[in-house]
Each structure stands twice: as structure tokens, then as C-alpha cells.
């Protein structure tokens, strides 16, 4: 029997451009990663009825969702190569949110185009995230380029 290669490859593979692209959430006083985020499928979104209708928000809580892609330097070490930041409400007792899905999706793809757009963070939130990175995943950041660096205040 001859398999069919419905996808005209042999295997199913992460667009190039994809595979160094990951999440990075803010909730409250939490910051970490959740790959789920690429479907729509994070640890705050699991569960929860999303609309784009503002009124929809309700007693929810603010998250706020950074794209991060990763690339290589000048030096070909491994760096932050884009950021876009996003946000979401989350009411967790009702199940129902907002966000605008548009929205993240153009986000995550100025991340991947290496752009950094994080006008949606508090100055707090990115003084956080900044730490977060510094802490965590000190070599991608300290071998990302200016303009990732000079967008989040150490």
C-alpha cells in the first residue's frame, strides 16, 4: 500500500521562522513561558470563552502576552531576535475573557519579523520582564541587539 503524503513532505515540520518563536506571560506578579500560547492554549486560556467584545471583560484580570522570537547575532550566538507584547482579560471564576485575537496574531508576527513593539507594558511589567530574561535566560539576552535591550529598562 503506498502512503499518501498529504502535505508534500514526508513529515510534517514547524515553519523556519516559527520554531524559535515562544510566549511569555504576565500574570500578576507571575512571568513565565507557555508554549501553549502559539495555539491559543495557554494555562490562563485553557477553559475560557474568549470575545472581542470589551464588555465581555468583566471582574477579569489583565495578562499580558509577549511574543518572543529568537535568532542568531551578528556573532551567530543565539538572541532575542523580536518582542511583541499583547494583552487579554481573564475572568476566572465566569470562564469568559476578551482579547483580540487580530491583534496577537499581528503581534506574533512583528516578533518574528525581529521587531519590538511593547507598548501595551507598564513600565513595571517591563522592568519584570527584563528581569525575567536576565535571570532565566541570561545568554539569549545578553547577546540580543540594542533595540531589544533599550526596550526594557534594567
Not at 24 to 41: Q, S
Not at 101 to 128: C, F, I, S
Request: charged share 30%.
Amino acid at each position: 500500500m503506498e502512503e499518501l503524503e498529504l502535505t508534500g513532505q514526508p513529515r510534517h515540520r514547524t515553519p523556519e521562522e516559527l520554531s524559535g518563536l515562544t510566549a511569555v506571560l504576565m500574570d500578576g506578579e507571575d512571568v513565565y513561558v507557555d508554549r501553549g500560547a502559539l495555539h491559543a492554549k495557554s494555562r490562563v486560556e485553557r477553559g475560557v470563552a474568549f470575545s472581542d467584545d470589551p464588555s465581555r471583560r468583566g471582574r477579569g484580570r489583565r495578562v499580558a502576552l509577549v511574543w518572543v522570537s529568537l535568532g542568531r547575532n551578528a556573532e551567530h550566538k543565539p538572541c532575542i531576535h523580536g518582542l511583541a507584547a499583547c494583552e487579554m482579560w481573564v475572568d476566572g471564576e465566569a470562564k469568559t475573557g476578551f482579547k483580540r485575537l487580530a491583534e496577537h496574531v499581528n503581534q506574533m508576527e512583528r516578533a518574528v519579523k525581529g521587531r519590538v513593539d511593547l507598548d501595551v507594558l507598564t513600565p513595571d511589567e517591563k522592568r519584570r520582564l527584563a528581569a525575567f530574561f536576565a535571570a532565566e535566560h541570561r545568554d539569549v539576552w545578553e547577546a540580543a541587539p540594542a533595540a531589544v535591550r533599550d526596550a526594557l529598562p534594567t
